[in-house]
């Protein structure tokens, strides 16, 4: 069966002239830092509940294999996700603590009158199945 199915791909490659790159070279014309391929602008509480937690999820991710990044991200959040293509408001803080036996997390503050009001905490945990 995975044979036949092996067969049908490589089939469908010919059809559609699909080839291997021969290097990774292509890869420098790409942002990869980019969170989506159009610009997010996240202006109301509501947007940024929607949205905001894939954007997270796939930093938090980030974070887990690519220690660059996790540098950065502890260091500017708002600015990664700026340079990502994502945009909060000036009253949203994001808070990012990665400490040495627990797993990385983002809390979502709005700046108030009287403080902050905590908006969103996200933690990645990796769950297997069988």
Do not use: C
Request: aromatic share 10%; hydrophobic share 35%.
């Amino acid at each position: 069966m995975l044979t036949s199915i092996r067969n049908r791909l490589i089939s469908i490659k010919k059809i559609f002239g699909y080839q291997k790159p021969k290097n990774l070279d292509y890869l420098d014309d790409q942002d990869l830092s980019r969170f989506s391929e159009q610009d997010i602008i996240l202006e109301t509480e509501h947007d940024i509940q929607t949205y905001l937690p894939d954007v997270l999820g796939q930093a938090l991710a980030r974070t887990w294999v690519d220690k660059r990044f996790l540098d950065a991200f502890f260091e500017y959040p708002t600015e990664i996700l700026e340079r990502g293509g994502v945009y909060l408001p000036d009253r949203i803080q994001l808070e990012f603590k990665k400490e040495e036996k627990s797993r990385p997390k983002v809390t979502v503050f709005e700046k108030t009158k009287n403080g902050r009001k905590k908006l969103l905490e996200l933690k990645l945990i990796m769950v297997a199945e069988s």
